[in-house]
């Protein structure tokens, strides 16, 4: 038992970081640091300007020639030094992370400079109440105030306790007064450092608790960024045809019912063109399947460059049909349009031996144009483009456009 206590206490006194980790705890600390000790400097200013008032009024302006003028002298000091301290602290907390070893060291002199001046008041009050609730108040404020590392303050309490152990019997001459004050100031200062160092281990096991939180915060956003990025890409591919990068039927259906919605809406027409591959299967049957996949490609790429508006679409409709959706075309216009789709599959000049019409690839297309209406249906809109797709493809490399 005793041996597993004597391993645990390096465990226990243990409050190091490293690296990078170092460096940004020091950091965040010297920022809280640099406001409470400003905080402190302010507060002390206040209350030596109030005893120095009170105790000008006590000696009747005899503040400096006073026989207890040593206390004024304290006062004084006191309200000079934190001053010096509150500009040096506004200073360096303009850039915490430039001014971090200043900081430090400021920190550190400041602390020093209050217990000793406490410390200093203590030893006073004992020629005449005996009390040192100064110097013990220092001393828990030293340790709950600042951040400071425990080895740090705990070198600073030695010292500092050290002379004020030395003096006090210089300043109490009672045997009964002198072994409780010492008593009570040390066992203050023992568990003010224990209270300090706790705060510490505190401060540091939560820094890394938070940078553990910061790395799976990352990690998770990371992984919500890859799961949006595939999710995106799953419903892409699942609105598009595999072979030819063009929307595939289920789209066409949405994108349908959607323009149809919106037209009868707002009376705009809608046009919709049915195109198929002329002798397809005969282009199959002396080419193969996969030039026929490349031929299906081509015819794709074509129509996929005369619908260029953000709203129009291209869908491959099953096997070698496409179907395209287009609003805001007359029906003009939309026989116009197919003129060119018909045009720039001919340029494509897929060659096509088995053709009955060409020594190339051509298209046969039904069109119809509507302003979408309660008197008129999706399905009869299909329909009719339909049947005039079918006319077309009787006469074959034409346009038929429904009446």
Known sequence: MLKETIKSIPEFFSTSLSGQDKTEFMILHNRINVVRLKITATAFIILEIIML????????????????KTYGWMYISMLVVMSIFLLIFIHLGKNVVKHGFGINCSGILFSIFILAWCAGISLLDQLSNGQVIVYVVAIISIAVTPILHPFILFFMYIVIHTAFLVLLPRFQSSSELLFTNSINSTSFLVISWAISLMRYKRSVEEFKIKKILQVKSYELEQMNKELEATNLKLETLSQTDALTGVSNRLMFGKKMEAEWNRCKRYSIPLTLIFVDIDNFKTFNDLYGHLAGDQCIKQVANALSACAQRSFDMVSRYGGDEFVMVLPHLTKDDALILADQVKKRVEEAAVPHLNS????????????????????????????RTDNALYKAKERRNCICSAP
């Open 53 to 68: 008032s009170v105790y000008f009024i006590v000696t009747k302006g005899d503040l400096l020639d006073h026989p207890d």
């Open 356 to 383: 009955a019409i060409s020594d190339h690839v051509t298209v046969s297309l039904g069109v119809h144009t509507i302003i979408p209406s309660d008197e008129t249906s999706i399905y009869e809109f299909i329909r």
